[in-house]
């Protein structure tokens, strides 16, 4: 099914509606000058609604809606514990990590090492986080947004331009790629936080109604609730939360390690220790709009499977029926979520779920960019090329590190292309940095012996132990030697600690303590409902 004038106009209307808000909120005030927490950290004045809102639209990008949803086609709701477990690591990081963050007035995790511990700590970790941002996220975004755009708009065919047949996976790369750091290379995050709002508006209303299309095809009469009971009778398999060992999928989501294993280790390393996800919780204008922002945020991360997991069942379902007309259709499973698009979704709607989709790749995009801008900036330029550069250089070495980092991740995402799981591909190779990361800020949040040469060794033997696990047991599913390195960097830090006997200094025991335990009405009620909520559902389809 192919665009028509309609779809054109609302996705260029939403492009221009989010170029408009973003430039315009770029715009410097008459004889003022961007400074580093301006540019960075939005001045330090998000209110919740922005906070939970862009954290949101940053987490919820390609991967999410093509990655999950193609592993949603091949393993089924499982999948969703990422986002059910999301849910609740919002809540614990937001009362026991972003006090301790606000309180220090942090531009950047790497600044938080250096504080805790010491310059080798920071900068080791932000070359780590550097090469993770570009190599990995930034590239995987781009690639799978444009093989969306190659799919749904081309039909997976040849772009002709001058004459030459063009990859059209090339061509949604650059363009996601200059649509983005179009306004967010120059407002800096603050534009980046207020677009997202209207992104979040696009990719949970259009992601919902594909949703909607998708369950009405399988209904009785075109009944979407109808829709849903047949799909769970028809792949009841795919509904199972925890695994077996007999099920193919057992490595990706080990058995009920998704809940008390390594899940966790990714989810409070992505949530609470990652510089792409929580500087929007650093630009708060207090600690308690910044909790409130992440309960908001974790409310809607229970949308989240909704909106990307049962479209790939529905894909599953209809292609595995032999007596559908499109049986057998879909060639991989990245491959479900544009091809419901391109034949369920009708035109005139197209344009806007299409446009919740670029809206979910873009506003991932400018978020990653800046993320990586912030830490080059100030964790590695400021420090070591020029410590006495003014404010407003550091904003323009910002804003060309972002497009650098753009430029270099480009030609990497054309080499993704033959991946087949490209979440499961972000997920694994994280996975070689979130569990000593981890073990390194648990640590320092939590105990006051830990020691920066203790960290060091951690951070270095995260991705040491991940390699020769990873080579040497190959059947160890990733979840599960996330959880066994995080124990061995964990046990590397203490038996440092003691080899050493350091004193405890004030300067370097920036720990948590009772009183930054407080927290509004509304965060409460939040929490109680999250936890409820994922009460219930894992009871329903354990």
């Known amino acids: 099914m192919k665009f028509n004038a309609l779809d054109y106009i609302i996705l260029i209307g939403y492009i221009l509606i989010i170029l408009g808000i ?8 008459k004889g003022k000058k961007k400074n580093t927490s301006d540019y960075f950290l939005a001045s330090k004045g998000l209110p919740w609604w922005i906070i939970g809102s862009s954290l949101i639209a940053s987490n919820i990008s390609a991967e999410q809606f093509i990655g999950m949803s193609g592993s949603g086609f091949a393993i089924g709701m499982g999948i969703a514990s990422y986002e059910f477990m999301a849910a609740i690591t919002l809540i614990i990081v937001a009362v026991f990590f972003l006090p301790i963050f606000l ?3 942090i531009f950047t995790m790497p600044e938080f090492l250096e504080q805790r511990y010491d310059n080798r700590v920071k900068t080791t970790m932000a070359i780590f986080w550097l090469a993770v941002f570009i ?10 947004g444009a093989l969306t755009i190659k799919n749904v708009i081309f039909e997976g065919k040849d772009l002709l331009i001058m004459g030459y047949n063009v990859d059209p996976l090339w061509f949604g790369i650059i363009a ?7 306004y967010s290379i120059y407002g ?24 909607y299309v998708a369950l009405q095809y399988l209904g009785d009469n075109g009944n979407a609730f109808d829709g849903f009971i047949k799909l769970t009778e028809k792949a009841p398999e795919k509904f199972d939360m925890i695994l077996s060992k007999d099920n193919p999928q057992y490595s990706n989501l080990p058995g009920i390690s998704v809940l008390i294993g390594g899940m966790w280790i990714a989810n409070l390393y992505y949530w609470g220790c990652n510089q792409y996800i929580i500087q929007r919780a650093l630009a708060a204008k207090s600690v308690k ?5 992440l309960a908001f945020a974790g409310i809607l991360k229970l949308l989240l499977p909704l909106i990307v997991v049962i479209p790939g069942i529905v894909a599953f379902v209809i292609n595995s029926d032999p007596t559908n007309v499109h049986h057998n259709e879909i060639a991989k499973p990245d491959a479900a979520y544009p091809w419901l698009l391109h034949n369920f979704v009708p035109n005139g709607v197209k344009g806007l779920a299409f446009a919740a989709l670029v809206a979910a ?20 330029y400021n420090c070591y090329i020029k410590k006495d550069a003014s404010q407003t250089h550091l904003v323009k070495v910002g804003r060309i590190t972002a497009g650098v980092a753009l430029l270099i991740a480009i030609p990497v995402a054309i080499l993704l292309q033959n991946l087949d799981q490209a979440f499961q591909y972000i997920q694994e190779f994280t996975g070689f940095i979130s569990p000593g990361a981890l073990a390194i800020f648990l640590l320092g949040f939590f105990w006051k012996k830990a020691t920066a040469n203790g960290a060091l060794f951690a951070a270095l033997g995260t991705f040491i132990f991940s390699a020769l696990l990873k080579f040497a047991t190959p059947d160890l599913p990733f979840m599960d030697r996330m959880m066994v390195v995080f124990f061995i960097c964990v046990l ?5 600690a003691y080899i050493e006997k350091k004193p405890v200094t004030s300067a370097k025991s920036i720990i948590y303590d009772r009183s930054m335990l407080v927290t509004g009405r509304g965060f409460k009620i939040a929490s109680f409902f999250i936890i409820a909520f994922l009460i219930f559902i894992y009871i329903i389809w354990w």
Request: charged share 10%; net charge neutral.
């Open 188 to 211: 800096g995050l603050k534009s980046v936080a207020m677009t997202d709002v209207v992104q979040v508006v696009f990719l949970i209303g259009g992601g919902l109604f594909t949703t």
């Open 176 to 182: 996601l790629g200059a649509f983005s750091a179009t």
């Open 22 to 29: 973003g430039l315009g909120v770029a715009r410097e005030k």
């Open 103 to 105: 309180k220090m007035g």
């Open 361 to 380: 790749i873009v506003s991932s995009l400018a978020s990653m960019m800046n993320s990586i801008s912030t830490i080059f900036t100030m964790d590695i």
């Open 492 to 496: 590397i830090m203490v038996i440092a």
């Open 135 to 144: 190599f990995v996220n930034l590239a995987s975004i781009l690639y799978l």
């Open 289 to 293: 709009e910044a909790q409130s922002g």
